[in-house]
């Protein structure tokens, strides 16, 4: 299943995160970063099973560096949890699907 992702900029980043219902993975990557691609299929599985509720977008930090700098991104990948346009969850490196399963769904329940 195909995952609609958001990739976002200095302009569209705090309207997405804004403007998203339910639970927005945002991923800081970039495209050498070994786990960063190995965690990415992970990611869009998971949105995939959500039926609806978690939505991804990717920020690639070395077109975006002033985002990654706002959010204190020092290693990648790092994924943050928002909801209701907060950050409720901060997970940096490349955890196993089930890692990232019990992230979401305590995410989803604060």
Known sequence: ????????????????????????????WAPWCGPCRAVAPVLEALTGESHGRVALAKVNVDEQPRL?????????????????????ERVV???PK???QAKIQSALAA
């Open 93 to 95: 490196g490349a955890l």
């Open 1 to 28: 299943m195909q995952v609609d992702e958001k990739v976002l900029t200095e302009q569209t980043f705090d309207e997405t995160l804004a403007t998203t219902d339910g639970l927005l993975l945002v991923d800081f």
């Open 68 to 88: 990654a700098a706002r959010f204190e991104i020092l290693s990648i990948p790092t994924i943050l949890f928002v909801k209701d346009g907060r950050i409720v």
């Open 98 to 100: 089930a890692a990232l």
